[in-house]
């Protein structure tokens, strides 16, 4: 945080808590979206996106492709800042707090350190207090999801299994968040030591979000989510907004998909709308069953 | 009294707590039926052009615009965009206001800021807040918007310390560049419901 005379009076403050979590706060409701060109971003952007995920390979193309993922170019990162409106989020590597300084020096709104990219840190995550730009982090569980807010993530998603097109991964660490959460709720204060430990969470965060009865922080869904039926089922679990990868610029009529999964989001508990919505969308992403990756090809297990 | 918040996208669950801290139930809206019976009307924070949009494809916008012509509505930020007559981008606008906008104005997420801002409006004594309090008010900017321009009949509520723009009324309607549903401050809040 830093702090800037503005007069006699008045001190400006830049950097702070309330202004990283806060922007995750304007996206709730809404829909991010992986592009990986300017075009894309604004094919996004008229579908209604909220932001979108600047990178250069959606997660099934570096699936596909193998080898190591890094952070994208910068080149084509400013591209994308130039061609949208809308909030632009980058990713970085796990650990990799020179990606992130790069990504902060380039004005990015948001810096996704993800375990979509081959991580460089395999014990510590970035200490991401030291950054004037926020940060979103994946989760599996509750204790996961307050190690990252711990470490200065302003806002948490599921990891769920990216590039899959296979929701089941995502549903089972939302269920697993939110469960975590209820339980929480349900303890008699001497019992959170305990729990804050199981879970390996900071005891603050542990307490403050039993109190709040929800994640001091956004919770989006992530990894997995194709269809508009399947980010109105994340809402309906009980997330803040979905992130879609490659579901939509891997389907037949990204536009029309990508504005078929914003209205779903909206209306999510609207089965008439998200019936109208998801008519005639054309193919969507050739799936790959979660069940069916080895263990070294399973994402979600990066991070820790 | 039953206020709604236009809950397309955005920070309305937000808005929506403090409406329940003042007493008054908070109706989120998102099709042209739920604003019945409505005595005001807040559209949150969020991003103006999916806001736009998505008011666009369920036909909200002339029934929005209905509803401003007679009764409050208030937009803290995406919300001040939508209600204005021009953003300088070709993007869905309610043009209620007779105020242009410049957005994402101070610049990206890192320019964002928080500052404390003199709003003499909300040191009148009014019948819902009491005798009214002069303490500045923590303003929120987030990739905020400028009031660059306001009409005659608008007046202006609160400026930076440089004199630009960042809160204006127009008769029942509102708007500010930033975030008071951010802070515990109910005070814009009540000023808002006073318009109703």
């Known amino acids: 945080m830093t702090t800037v005379e503005v007069n006699g009076t008045d001190q400006k403050a830049q950097g702070t808590v309330a202004l990283k979590r806060g922007l995750a706060q304007m996206l709730k409701g809404g829909v991010i979206m992986d592009v990986v060109t300017p075009d894309q971003a604004k094919i996004a952007e008229e579908a209604g996106a909220c932001a979108v995920m600047a990178l250069e390979r959606v997660p099934a193309d570096i699936r596909a492709d193998g080898g190591v993922a890094r952070m994208s170019d910068p080149e084509m990162i400013l591209g994308i800042m130039e061609g949208v409106s809308i909030p632009v989020m980058a990713k970085c590597r796990i650990g990799h707090f020179v990606e992130a300084q790069v990504l902060e020096a380039l004005g990015i709104d948001y810096i996704d350190e993800s375990e979509v990219l081959t991580p460089a840190d395999e014990a510590h995550h970035v200490n991401k207090h030291d950054f004037k730009v926020p940060f979103v982090c994946g989760c599996r569980n509750l204790g996961e999801a307050l190690r990252r807010v711990g ?26 968040v939110l469960g975590d959460i209820r339980r929480l709720q349900s303890l008699p204060e001497e019992e959170l030591y305990t729990f804050a430990k199981e879970i390996g969470a900071p005891l603050e965060l542990v307490k403050e979000t039993r109190e709040l009865g929800r994640m001091p922080v956004v919770n989006f869904a992530a990894g997995g989510i194709a269809t508009p039926a399947d980010a109105a089922l994340m809402m309906q679990l009980g997330v803040d907004g979905v992130f879609v990868g490659s579901g939509i610029f891997k389907s037949g009529d990204p536009l029309k998909r990508a504005k078929a999964i914003v209205q779903a989001t909206t209306h999510f508990r609207d089965a008439k709308i998200i019936a109208e919505v998801s008519r005639k969308l054309g193919e969507p992403m ?10 070294s090809e399973k994402l979600a297990k990066r991070g820790w | 009294m039953r206020i709604g918040v236009l809950a397309l996208q955005g920070d309305f669950a937000e808005h929506v707590v403090m409406l329940r801290r003042l007493g008054v139930d908070g109706v989120e809206v998102r099709l042209p039926e739920h604003l019945d019976g409505l005595a005001g009307l807040i559209i949150p924070g969020g991003e103006s052009t999916t806001i736009g949009k998505l008011a666009t494809r369920w036909g909200l916008m002339e029934p929005l615009r209905d509803f401003g012509r007679s009764q409050p509505i208030w937009g803290t930020c995406a919300g001040a965009i939508f209600l204005s007559k021009d953003a300088h981008r070709d993007q869905p606008l309610l043009g209620l206001m007779d105020i242009t906008v410049a957005r994402n104005a101070f610049g990206r997420q890192v320019d964002s800021f928080e500052i404390g801002l003199e709003v003499a409006a909300l040191a009148q004594p009014t019948a819902l807040a009491g005798a009214g309090d002069t303490a500045p008010f923590h303003a929120v900017f987030i990739r905020a918007p400028l009031i660059e321009t306001v009409g005659p009949g608008v007046e202006v509520l609160a400026s930076l310390a440089d004199g630009r723009i960042v809160a204006a009324r127009q008769g029942h309607l509102l708007a500010t560049s930033f975030h008071p549903e951010l802070t515990g401050d ?8 006073g318009l109703t």
């Open chain 1, 151 to 176: 470490e200065g993530a302003a806002m948490i998603r599921t990891k769920g299994e990216a590039g899959t097109g296979d929701v089941v991964e995502a549903v089972r660490h939302a269920r697993q």
């Open chain 1, 286 to 295: 050739v799936g790959r069953t979660a069940a069916s990756l080895p263990e």
């Open chain 2, 186 to 193: 109910l005070r814009f809040h009540q000023y808002f419901l």
